[in-house]
Structures are given as C-alpha cells and as structure tokens.
C-alpha cells in the first residue's frame, strides 16, 4: 500500500514543477536549463497491459535547449523490483515522447539514498549496453533550512527540507521558522503545503508540534485582524504573534511556564530577540533557558 509520505514526496513537485529544477542547481548542482514550461503528464507507462506499470509523477519541461521529461520517483526503501523497472520507464518515455528522460528519485533515507544512486548496467561486463544514473534527493544533500528568512526565499525549497529531513533528528528545527515563512505564501498554499509536510513527518512529537503550529497559520489567514495584520506587515503584530508561538512551543513540550517567562516574552518586542527565544523553545529544558546566552 502507497503510504501519505511516498505520496507527497513526490506531489510537491506537481504543486510547485519549477521547485524540481531548483532542486537540482541548488541541492545536486546540476546545470539543468532554465525552464520556459511545464506540463504534468499521464504516469501510465503500461504496454499494452498484461504488467501495469507507473511512474510516480511525470513532467514535460520545455527549455532553450529542448524539452524534457523528468521522471519521479519517490523510495522508501531498497526496492530490487522497483529498480530493475526504471530502465523500462525511461526507454519507454524515450520512445513515447521523443525527449530525454532524467530520473529523479526522492527519498527520506540516506541509506535508500546510497542504493538509489548506484548505476544502473545492462549488458555485458565492461561493454554496457544501457546505462542508468539516477539523480538523487535526500537528507545528505538537501539543506536543513531552519532560519527563517531563508525559508521564506524560497518557500517550497523549506518544505522540501522538511519533508526530507521529516524523519530524522533534524526536522523538528526546520519546523517552526518553515510555519512562519508560510505565512509569505497564499492560504491554499499554505494549507497544501502544511498537509504534504505532515504526512512526511516520522517523529510523533514533531508531528504534534506541526500540527500546533499549523493552527497558528491557518488562524492567521482566517482570523481578520490576522488578515489585516499580515497585509499592513505590522512589526508589533509579527512580535505579538511570534511570542505566542514560542510560550504555546513550550506548553505543548510539556515546560512550566512561570509568570515572570510569560510576561518577559509578551512584553518583548524585539522581533530578532522572539525570533531566537522561539528557536530556542524547541530545545531548552527549562523555560527559563530561554534567556541563557
């Protein structure tokens, strides 16, 4: 059964097409062209049908230099079967399409990372006949986007940190400053965005705190002070909203909060200040710590 993770591992790329070519000039650093359009294309590469076979998500990008397909697929885990396929998915687009084929696996796992990235040879030893190098996106070479002014650079670029880095020790960091850099994007986004994130997501704990934080957003697209906050880009309203995240990060920890720690943070409103005691909430061990250093 295709579990919510596979899924939106790979989705996030039919959400936002561009963030897959990001993804290879800034995370692989490959000098993929820029791209001029997209389309997402059926994923059924089943011939004629006695084996149904089907990609995870399929685009056609058109560039100065040509059109070509990107072929993803999301891994879970060490598959033999599922690798021995991608020769067949790509020779097949190949000829289908008339384009290049460049396969993109996505995955959660350093170690599913390292078996996906091997070749793939086909043909005698040393003479191969069809070789297969797969483009790989994982924790070891995405970067943990946990400060908040570079998540909301390049939004989609942050929630691929957090859905690759969902099941590590690292993903609790990404969360909260990704929560307030999604504040920058549309609602529907947001939401979309928010649902993918949490379905990635290994750690109980860290899927609870996304979830508290996701309350924050959507009550800051749906609240009208909110609304009016958000478009006067107010300082004091941004202050207001980050304390309240910081004391409700601590709260759901489980931390006692004293009433000296609670009035410091909402008397607070030094928006670089929040920004490092709500950063802090995710680690310290008393509320106090918030203040140390």
């Known amino acids: 059964m295709v579990s919510a993770s596979h899924e939106a591992l790979h989705w996030v790329f039919q959400k936002d097409p561009a963030l897959l070519t990001r993804a290879f000039q800034k995370v692989l650093r490959v000098p993929f062209p820029e791209p001029r359009d997209f389309a997402v294309l059926n994923t059924d590469v089943t011939e004629i049908e006695p084996v149904e076979r089907r990609v995870d998500t399929l685009m056609r990008v058109?560039?100065?230099?040509?059109?070509?397909?990107?072929?993803?697929?999301?891994?879970?885990?060490?598959?033999?079967?599922?690798?021995?396929?991608?020769?067949?998915?790509?020779?097949?687009?190949?000829?289908?399409?008339?384009?290049?084929?460049?396969?993109?696996?996505?995955?959660?796992?350093?170690?599913?990372?390292?078996?996906?990235?091997?070749?793939?040879?086909?043909?005698?030893?040393?003479?191969?006949?069809?070789?297969?190098?797969?483009?790989?996106?994982?924790?070891?070479?995405?970067?943990?986007?946990a400060n908040e002014r570079e998540a909301e650079r390049d939004v989609p670029l942050a929630v691929l940190s957090a859905m690759t880095h969902g099941r590590g020790v690292k993903a609790a960091a990404i969360l909260e400053p990704l929560a307030f850099a999604l504040r920058t994007v549309d609602g529907e986004s947001a939401a979309v965005f928010g649902q993918l994130i949490?379905?990635?997501?290994?750690?109980?704990?860290?899927?609870?705190?996304?979830?508290?934080?996701?309350?924050?957003?959507?009550?800051?697209?749906?609240?009208?002070?909110?609304e009016k906050v958000r478009e006067e880009g107010r300082e004091e309203g941004r202050a207001e909203d980050r304390s309240e995240i910081t004391l409700q990060i601590l709260e759901w920890r489980g931390i006692p909060v004293s009433s000296a720690v609670r009035e410091r943070v909402l008397a607070c409103t030094d928006l670089e200040q929040l920004k490092i005691w709500s950063q802090r909430a995710i680690q310290v061990a008393r509320a106090e710590d918030l203040f140390s250093g």
């Open 62 to 145: 058109e560039t100065d230099e040509g059109a070509y397909l990107l072929v993803v697929e999301a891994q879970g885990k060490k598959d033999d079967d599922k690798r021995a396929s991608w020769p067949y998915y790509l020779s097949y687009l190949y000829a289908k399409y008339r384009c290049e084929p460049v396969l993109v696996v996505i995955t959660q796992s350093s170690a599913t990372a390292r078996w996906a990235a091997e070749p793939i040879r086909r043909g005698l030893p040393g003479w191969d006949s069809l070789t297969v190098r797969p483009l790989v996106i994982g924790p070891d070479n995405v970067p943990v986007i």
């Open 198 to 226: 949490e379905s990635c997501l290994g750690d109980p704990e860290a899927r609870d705190l996304w979830r508290e934080l996701m309350s924050e957003i959507r009550y800051f697209f749906n609240n009208p002070v909110a």
